[in-house]
């Protein structure tokens, strides 16, 4: 028995990884979550979705869908142009609203959002929620307990195979928002910051590596389009504890660096920021061994829980706490895309102004145990 009632959610935005994300693993946590109905742009995107889960309205308009009384919050899960104005209007409706990264297109629209969120008493939260995956969580743990000593390094990289090759709307991505750090890379930072803080300096490098482009998938294959913002940024990270970071992103070709991987004064250890259950592998600094560590039980095996970050918020609601996927971090991690593009502009290291809490640990019993 859950000690509350489920958050009765609306979902704006059906597409991609609402269909094959947040729809399969919301539905897995019934307790926590219901999803009450559908909203799109693309009516039969939205009916597609509620035929698949047997139940839950389809909204004519968004405004159909913030009036409803019995809706509670919004999963925002549109396209990067969606993600400000959508969650400024559910606030704005009273919802609480669960957000697709990035939180908006700049942190000046970020500030909005949480000044909006914060008068009105409402829950505003933010994926990725990769950090509360158990792979991700225990390597958390073992840096807090001192496993490798004192971390001093962090290195992240998400760079995919060409998004126009299997997105059907990659031309969405490259054309809005900061560049390819504010979409892709919040995988490798978000992680980064849960562990150590916020990022007070920048050096960057941002660039267009594949300036023309072709959809290659998708009813509109064969559409050309130019990125207008930079599609492959690489930066150095000073962080405000005094580690010091490298993160490498792009939406311009694969990269097999480790995804994620930390070295401290004792020790080493290499994970997927992403995806949970994909291995855990560990070093010492006085020996050559790399060992991999037992894949805690409960891990999803090499996927992404899409539910937990809506479970964690729903708990946030109904317990009146901060949520894990903080809206402060998401901001956070905008400002740093603008700060890497402002650094490669102007050739010079950046300060990063804004600040956050780390989010609390997942603990013994997660919220959607
Ligand atoms: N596809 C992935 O693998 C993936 C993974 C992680 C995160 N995301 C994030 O999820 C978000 C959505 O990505 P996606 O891949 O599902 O994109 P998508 O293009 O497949 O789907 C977006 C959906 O939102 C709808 N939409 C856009 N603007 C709208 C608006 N103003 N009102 C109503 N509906 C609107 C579109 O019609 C479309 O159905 C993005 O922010 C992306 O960064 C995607």
Redesign the pocket.
């Known amino acids: 028995m859950s000690e509350y009632a489920p958050v009765r959610v609306a979902v704006?935005?059906?597409?991609?990884?609402?269909?094959?994300?947040y729809q399969p693993r919301c539905l897995a946590y019934p307790k926590k979550i219901a999803l009450h109905g559908y909203?799109?742009?693309?009516k039969a995107?939205a009916e597609t979705l509620r035929n698949k889960a047997g139940a839950g309205k389809v909204y004519a308009t968004?405004e159909e869908a913030l009036a409803d009384p019995e809706v509670e919050a919004v999963l925002n899960?549109?396209?990067?142009?969606?993600?400000y104005?959508?969650s400024l209007q559910a606030l704005q409706a009273g919802k609480h609203v669960y957000?697709?990264?990035?939180v908006s297109i700049t942190s000046a629209q970020a500030d909005e959002l949480i000044r909006e969120a914060e008068a009105r008493k409402l829950k505003l939260a933010c994926?990725?929620s990769s950090p509360l995956g158990y792979e991700q969580q225990n390597v958390w743990a073992r840096i807090r307990a001192g496993e490798i000593g004192t971390p001093h390094t962090v290195i992240g990289t998400f760079a995919c195979t060409r998004l126009e090759a299997w997105?059907?709307?990659a031309d969405?991505?490259m054309t809005a928002g900061v560049s390819v750090v504010a979409?892709?890379a919040p995988y490798p930072l978000t992680v980064m910051t849960t562990f150590f803080g916020p990022i007070a300096r920048v050096f960057g490098f941002a660039r267009n590596v594949v300036p023309e482009r072709v959809l290659q998938v998708g009813p509109r294959k064969g559409t050309a389009f130019k990125p207008t913002i930079p599609d492959h940024v690489m930066g150095l990270l000073e962080f405000a504890n005094g580690m010091r970071g490298f993160i490498y992103t792009g939406w311009s070709g694969r990269s097999d660096v480790p995804p994620l991987e930390i070295a401290g004064t004792e020790g080493g250890m290499a994970l997927n920021p992403h995806n949970d259950g994909n291995g855990i592998r560990t070093w010492s600094q006085s020996g050559h061994e790399v060992k991999p560590l037992p894949t805690p039980e409960k891990s999803m095996k090499n996927a992404?829980d899409?539910g937990k970050g809506p479970v964690d918020f729903a708990d946030a609601i109904r317990r009146n706490r901060p949520v894990r996927c903080s809206p402060y971090q998401a901001r956070h991690i905008v400002e740093i895309a603008e700060r890497l593009n402002e650094s490669s502009r102007t050739n010079a290291s950046v300060e990063v102004r804004s600040r956050f809490e780390p989010p609390e640990p997942v603990g013994e019993v997660a919220p959607w145990e």
């Open positions: 704006v935005g059906c597409g991609s990884i609402a269909e094959n994300g909203f799109d742009q693309d995107r968004v899960l549109t396209t990067i142009n969606g993600h104005p959508l957000s697709e990264k990035p994926s990725p997105h059907p709307n969405v991505f979409d892709a992404l899409w």
